[in-house]
């Protein structure tokens, strides 16, 4: 196993989980008296030590123009300290008050058909507008000045799930200095983009206009810059936002809740400026075996939301029980709340918060799950799943700040996704990246090996002055690797001459940043380190099969055959069928001291979890624990000052048993978490 990073606690003086989450105590202050103190009564009951209050309360804070009230803030900040909680204090950016929208129209959003939206709904402010971001500016700075010699204060909760675009004339201006900037000439914009197709040629900056349906959607380049400018307003008003937060509690750590694999921001560029990563996780377990694939999907957000930033996450919000916006709102199985929220803490979460604590009585999420229900006590089964987490939790401090000991990297790029989003050919609409990625990361979480998700951006990057790399991986995956940025393909190489294992599939190597597709062959700057050219790539309808033979055993392919020639590379397997039968599907190309694979055609799990268990031992990788794991059971590790915190975990509704070697074997009950301690 490799060695993992030990991190400080995320509040330096709280060296302990943070239980507890959303907490709106504004929609109550008509009875304070009665419901504040009882909450502050049952929160301690249920072992939560801390509350993320704020999130939605602009109008409670600021009910006219220029009129604050802090009063009730005051009072609830007040409360926490005196019961020893920590305050996860949100600015109130997330909704805005109706008076704003009324006598600003301008912050209100603008979509891609050009339509202003009246006001209402949440989330949905132009992020340019000066009056909105004037605003925002003015509440922090009160809110920080207030608060920053709080006890309660531990870590600001910025703004509340960033998301979506705005399309507005302000906007439009916005992106067009954006655009200059990046490419400094028309003439390189449009070479960028392609523009001499359809004749789009640009002969002026002012004729650019973002994707829209009632206009442009098929220039690739622009769509893809569309979105990388949207990833920096948010970037640029996190900046705006924090600006008065930094400069008056410059000690107390900022973050934003992140949304797993949303698709509208690159969550790594947005990572770079956070001090840690937040998320509000949400699946849709179903009491039966479809568990244990919404398991592995988990446990991805979790990955790739611990990768943004290497280090120790905060599970932002979770829900207790029944989450109101699935089309079926389930309820949580005996031990499913336990085994959620360990789950977050076996990849990396040193916090385990809700959505909400106390349920709302009106509004859209009057039936969400919560840790108090209407019914107002701690008698229910919901309340006693969450005390029984807060408990747990407390015996739990030795594996705050642990981290998780990598040694493969599955490569999840959210510029590949645009591209591949927008692809006319191969399969257009049904390329599915995201579900390719999640095919390769399953396999290790089957086999109980720690991964980290990562993207191209990686290279050159540090984190607390340690650079990251390709360099401090035995294995990288590249799964559908269409879009390469520029020097990536380079790193690669260095990493697999420097003795690095490397495996790329079909879909790789195909275009630029720009999605200019590459001249001299497919996959471009890959083709020396892999060893390949693919010439053609075939795409199957859904009823089509094709096979790999490898090793003597026949593998479904489907979807996609990409027809490669191994140039440098050994042949290791071979198409079953049709015209190109006997020519190779799976190559190996020795380079330096490593090696790089290529993986032809898409598989099913069979062929990935053979290949990767192999490629593992070959490369040395140890899973979590020795023995094989029962299948829907997983274990991941923490790990740090000296011990090990091994999570085994059964995703299915059936007993299931466990043979670690030490300390023994033991009979999982349905959904169960065991946590192994090993000194290491
Ligand atoms: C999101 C939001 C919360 C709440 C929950 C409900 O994560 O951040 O305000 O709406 O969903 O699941
Ligand atoms: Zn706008």
Redesign the pocket.
Known sequence: MKKARQFPPIIARFPHFLHGG?YNPDQWIKWKDEIWKEDMRLAKLAGINSLSVG?FAWAALEPREGEYQFDWLDEVMGMMADNGMIAVLATPSGARPAWMSQKYPEVLRVNASRQRSLHGERHNHCLSSPVYREKVKAMNTRLAGRYKEHPALGVWHVS??YGGECHCPLCQEKFRSWLKQRYKTLDALNEAWWTAFWSHTYTDWSQIESPSPIGELNTHGLNLDWKRFTTEQFVDFYLHETAPLKEITPAVPCTT?LMGTYPGIDYFRLAEVLDLVSW?N?PQWTGGPKDIEIGIRTSFAHDLTRSLKGKPFMLM?S?PSA?N?RPVAKLHRPNVHMLQSMQAVAHGSDTVQY?QFRKSRGAS?KF?GSVVDHEGTENTRVFRDVAAVGERLKTMDAVIGTGTPSAVAVIYDWHVRWALEDVKGFLQKNTRYQEAVIDHYRAFWQLGIPVDIIDQSIIGQSIAGQSRGLEGYDLVIAPMLYLLRPGFAEAVDGFVKNGGVFAATYGTGWAGESDLVFRGGVPGPLRKCLGVWCEEIDALYPEDRNSILWEGRRYEAFDFCELIHAESAEVLGTYGSDFYAGRPALTVNRCGSGRAFFIAARTGQDFLGDFYARLSRECGVKPALENPLPSGVTAQVRSGGGSEHIFVMNFTPEKKTVDPGAPGKKELEPYETWIIERKV
Do not use: K, Q
Request: proline content about 0%; hydrophobic content about 20%.
């Open positions: 959303d999130i509340n799930e809740n509000d949400y919000e829900s989450t916006w959505f999420e969400h």
